[in-house]
């Protein structure tokens, strides 16, 4: 149980293209994911908390319109990287929590999307 | 400031014992997690510690002390495809996930 998956799992594009990325709850329904992104070799870092039907968190640093959040379901979170560059080549991950069973349950990571951007 | 620490890399030989510590100073406690990374891929869920003492499950084991904040993970019988970054996380007074670096463990032969 507690699947989340991803897609897709690698992007290369050229810069000034926006890539979407969806992220899937398939056997439970997550009122809350969140998006992370990690650099080579550095712990993951949380960009924002994504609620469903509301309006997402961002944390310190992350532009809005750049990363842009929507969580129309319980079941499907998606994160679209507009006009990209180079720089926002990254790893992102997106992770859900099953919140049947207690507040304490662990966060479940999709597989990740490598970003390339040319 | 709310911060986790971890060692950076660790180094054990194939069937020994390994231990990785996680010392943290966050606002509040609810909840102690430690994860797997392998290189390339997303993490996967490996304990959660919430009361004191020690959680086991197969070769591996976390403990807790939270007056001490102190936790750590504890592997035996180590095999090569224990090699891998192993991320501690804390919940924080908000339900926040705040994540150490990771330890990047490397097993030898």
């Known amino acids: 149980g507690a699947v989340v998956s991803q897609h897709p799992s690698w992007v290369i594009c050229k810069s000034g293209t926006s890539v979407k990325i969806e992220c899937r709850s398939l056997?439970?329904?997550?009122?809350?994911m969140f998006w992370y992104r990690q650099f080579p070799k550095q712990s993951l870092m949380l960009m924002a908390t994504s609620n469903e039907g509301s309006k997402a968190t961002y944390e310190q640093g992350v532009e809005k319109d750049k990363f842009l959040i929507n969580h129309a379901s319980l079941t499907l979170s998606t994160l679209t990287v507009t006009s990209a560059h180079p720089e926002d080549s990254s790893f992102y991950i997106c992770?859900?929590?099953?919140?049947?069973?207690?507040?304490?349950?662990?966060?479940?990571f999709g597989d990740g999307t490598r970003l390339s951007i040319l | 400031g709310q911060n986790i620490d971890q060692p950076t890399e660790m180094t054990a030989t194939e069937g020994a014992i390994v231990q990785i510590n996680c010392t943290y100073q966050t606002s509040g406690f609810n909840g102690l997690f430690w994860y797997q990374q392998h290189a390339g891929e997303a993490p996967t869920f490996l304990s959660y510690?919430?009361l004191d003492g020690l959680e086991e499950k197969g070769r591996f084991s976390s403990f807790l002390s939270r007056s001490k904040g102190y936790s750590y993970l504890l592997l035996k019988e180590l095999q090569m495809k224990d090699s891998a970054s192993y991320l501690c996380a804390v919940k924080d007074s908000n339900y926040q996930l705040i994540w150490g670096a990771g330890t990047k463990l490397i097993i030898k032969p």
């Open positions: 992770s859900a929590r099953d919140l049947t069973g207690g507040g304490n349950q662990p966060q479940h």
């Open positions: 056997d439970f329904q997550a009122t809350t």
């Open positions: 510690n919430v």
